[in-house]
């Protein structure tokens, strides 16, 4: 489970309870909103206007923002001028509230106080509530624990036993707070304690809150199907009470469910449905915390320069507004940018100014992530001590998080949740299972007067029928002889018909036909743009020590062959690979070989040629083994050669699988064999791959092909060109300058070849050792 994630999780979670508990303080307020604007136009009367703009902006919050600041402020101004101070009261505080939701919360915090003096001064205890309540909220945000527990502990107090939904909502609030610090035991405490409660009740606003909730309860377990579940409920709820910003939250809910389930592209459509809802709402703490996931989902699809915008976008607003959790956010995930870049000194600085915040505001899961993050860095870069440092403090924090103790009273709480919703269930059921018994009685009684009516209205229709078919007899006998004529008259015109019909089908058909061909051939050339996009540059190859040229001619459009390297250290791998078959079934095979190269190398950091050519093989028939019968999995596989060049001490290992290599040093062209066994096909579970080492101390020439070059026909007699003539062509060419190799090759295929069609594809890579 991504770290950010869990930050985004809790970030909306506080979000959404502010909305259901603003809403309910205020829910004598949301009026139709015709109704409301009517008020706005027709009102007469300072106090009849002040009482009109402050509904309607109060109607306006959740879904408007901005319009709603107009008209709040509106009715503050006019409040001011008439001294009405328990207006001024009211506008304080739903501007406090309006700016809390846009993430201003220093201009939240502001008008909260004054509303909060003003409610003690009038003894208004749904004020005092609300805004203790909402400066609550900002105290979670800004990381600010104790100051946040005082705050709702003051919201138990005014609220007192007697309503149960406020109690419910204040629970979840105090929820949130040790979900914060990980404390996930006493969270998940108050979280069903606000189920239990808000389930008797009918508030949708509160009844979505505690889906969501649950749905983070499960989200926390890895239990995504029934988490998904979950946010679904909370959003038809929000969705049906128009609540956009109820909307927003549960759309990156959802988003966060999807990526973790590696459904990218639904992450990303849920996301960028919640930037055009918090974006409309005016949201900057909703909208920076979406930028940064959207960076974090961004970069797990290496679109490196994206996500670097995105977490800078969301950093820049996060620190205007004062966000420090979100600031933790995102300069984790620019830290984790700078480390899939390898570039670790900036890493290590974002990462370092993370901890200062994290450590700040008590964030111990976000810590952790931290914590590894560095320790790998270090453990690469050789710095062993500062790596073990940060173990200890990994360790460290990993106890107090995760404790057997701690996560036994978490199932435990979990459990009786799940009994006490089992019994309702069951109560549900058996009301359910009387319901439906009633329903088939009355159901017997309405079966038995259909079938009384249906009698009589059959033996009715019964005579009817026989005096129409008497009619009908008498009707169509004096028709017979005139209908027998037309019919003829009528076949041979639709044979006519038929016959024209069928030139204009096989006309429609011979253009389809061209259509079809043409969009195959379209989407053949685009795959050939797809698979070269995957060869590497030569001139990314070519350097002071390395140079290459790549002899590559594809029989089709897209080529079962390709060209293959890497370079990791001080080893720089090529390969020549020759899939099996060619065109469009060979081109598929040579992009699982691509990425199983990557795979094994780069990732798994195998460098020995042998042992990758080991691992390509048991990659192939694992790839392949799910989908082929036997019989086509003895045909489907590769042959590869694979040459290493150390950079540093000149030595050179090239291992073959079914297929040879040349080396030209010192004047002397040198076969470089392989064993005799392809990668892939199921001959053999115990294939033995050697690798072939040398020394290079003078400059050196490395050949390796395909089989293409020696099959193809052509010449005088129209024969293959052959191993014997293709090893002498090396030699001769060898001797030749590097620069004129490539052409000197070409020129022979081609002259070879003639006016015969290609046989097979062609790759021949020159590797010059300098």
């Known amino acids: 489970m991504n770290t950010k994630t869990l930050m985004f999780l809790k970030l909306m979670l506080v979000s959404a309870l502010f909305c259901c508990f603003s809403g309910y303080i205020f ?64 506008a304080n505080n739903e501007l406090g509230i309006i700016y809390w939701q846009k993430g201003e919360y220093k201009k939240a915090q502001i008008y909260l106080n004054n509303a909060f003096k003003a409610g003690e001064k009038f003894k208004d205890t749904l004020i005092l509530i609300s805004a203790r ?25 005014y609220i007192g036993t007697s309503d149960s939904t406020r109690l419910a909502q204040t629970y979840n609030a105090f929820g949130n707070i040790y979900l914060y610090q990980s404390d996930y035991v006493k969270a998940l405490e108050y979280y069903s304690n ?76 849920f996301y960028n449905k919640a930037i055009v809802l918090l974006t409309e709402l005016g949201n900057k703490q909703g909208l920076a915390s979406t930028y ?61 100014r993370a901890i200062v915040i994290g450590q700040e505001i008590n ?17 690469e870069q050789k710095e062993y001590q500062l790596a073990a440092n940060f173990y200890k403090f990994i360790t460290r924090l990993q106890k107090e998080i995760f404790n057997s103790e701690r996560l036994q009273k978490l199932n435990d709480i979990q459990a009786r949740y799940e009994t006490k919703a089992r019994e309702k269930e069951i109560v549900i059921l058996k009301a359910n299972k009387r319901l439906k018994e009633l329903e088939l009685k009355q159901k017997d009684i309405e079966v038995n007067k259909q079938k009384t009516v249906t009698l009589f209205l059959s033996i009715g ?71 070269q996009a995957i060869f590497p540059e030569i001139n990314n190859i070519n350097n002071d020590l390395v140079e290459i040229f790549a002899l590559f001619k594809p029989k089709d459009i897209v080529s079962g062959d390709f060209y293959w390297h890497v370079k ?35 990732q798994k950091r195998i460098t020995n040629p042998s042992e990758i050519i080991n691992n390509l093989d048991i990659g192939v028939k694992n790839m392949l083994m799910n989908n082929l019968s036997e019989q086509r999995l003895q045909d489907d596989g590769m042959e590869i050669s694979l040459c290493r060049i150390n950079t540093e001490n000149r030595q050179i290992i090239i291992s073959n699988s079914n297929q040879c290599a ?11 064999e392989g064993c005799l066994y392809s990668v892939g096909g199921v001959f053999t579970n115990n294939k033995t791959f050697i690798n072939n080492e040398f020394t290079i101390t003078n400059q050196a020439i490395v050949y390796l092909f395909t089989d293409g070059f020696q099959d193809q026909f052509g010449g005088e007699k129209n024969k293959k060109y052959g191993s014997v003539r293709f090893q002498e062509l090396i030699k001769s060419v060898s001797k030749e300058k590097f620069s004129s190799q490539y052409e000197l090759l070409d020129n022979e295929l081609t002259r070879w070849k003639g006016n015969n069609f290609q046989i097979d594809d062609v790759c021949v890579l020159g590797i010059k050792i300098n």
């Open 27 to 90: 829910s004598n307020q949301t009026n139709k909103k015709d109704s409301l604007i009517w008020n706005v136009k027709n009102a007469s009367g300072a106090t009849a206007k002040i009482t009109a703009n402050f509904g309607y902006g109060s109607y306006l919050k959740f879904t408007n923002s901005d319009s709603a600041l107009i008209y709040i402020n509106k009715s503050l101004s006019m409040a001011e001028n008439l001294k009405d101070e328990r207006f001024i009261m009211k």
């Open 133 to 157: 309540y909402n400066m609550g909220n900002i105290n979670i945000t800004q990381g600010n624990y104790e100051a946040a527990l005082a705050n709702f502990n003051k919201v138990l107090k």
């Open 194 to 269: 606000s189920a239990n409660i808000l389930e008797k009740g009918t508030s949708s606003k509160d009844l979505a809150l505690s889906y969501n909730n649950m749905g983070i309860i499960y989200y926390y377990q890895d239990q995504f199907d029934k988490a998904l579940s979950f946010y679904q409920k909370s959003l038809e709820i929000k969705e049906s009470i128009k609540d956009k910003k109820g909307v927003s939250d549960c759309l990156n809910n959802i988003a966060i469910i999807h990526d973790e389930m590696g459904n990218t592209d639904r992450a990303f459509k």
């Open 292 to 352: 940064s996931n959207l960076g974090d989902l961004e970069r797990k699809s290496k679109n490196y320069d994206k996500a670097e915008n995105l977490f800078n976008t969301a950093l820049k607003i996060q620190e205007e507004i004062g966000d420090k959790r979100g600031i933790t956010y995102s300069l984790t995930g620019l830290g984790e940018m700078c480390y899939f870049k390898n570039n670790n000194t900036d890493a290590i600085s974002y990462f370092k």
């Open 363 to 379: 964030a111990r899961k976000e810590l952790l992530s931290i914590y590894e993050k560095l320790k790998d860095i270090y453990i």
């Open 461 to 531: 229709f019964g005579i009817f029928i026989i005096f129409m078919i008497v009619i009908v007899r008498l009707y169509f006998g004096k028709r017979k002889s005139n209908k027998i004529l037309a019919f003829q008259k009528e076949e041979i015109s639709q044979q006519k018909e038929e016959l024209q019909a069928q030139s204009e089908l096989l006309s429609t058909t011979n253009k389809s036909l061209e259509k079809k061909n043409l969009q195959i051939t379209d989407s053949i050339n685009y795959a050939q743009k797809i698979q």
């Open 568 to 602: 990791i250290d001080n080893y720089t791998f090529i390969a020549v690979v020759d899939c099996t078959g060619h065109g469009v079934p060979g081109a598929f095979m040579s992009i699982i070989g691509n990425n199983l190269l990557n795979e094994i190398i780069i």
């Open 662 to 672: 040349y080396l030209y040093n010192n004047g002397e062209l040198a076969e470089v």
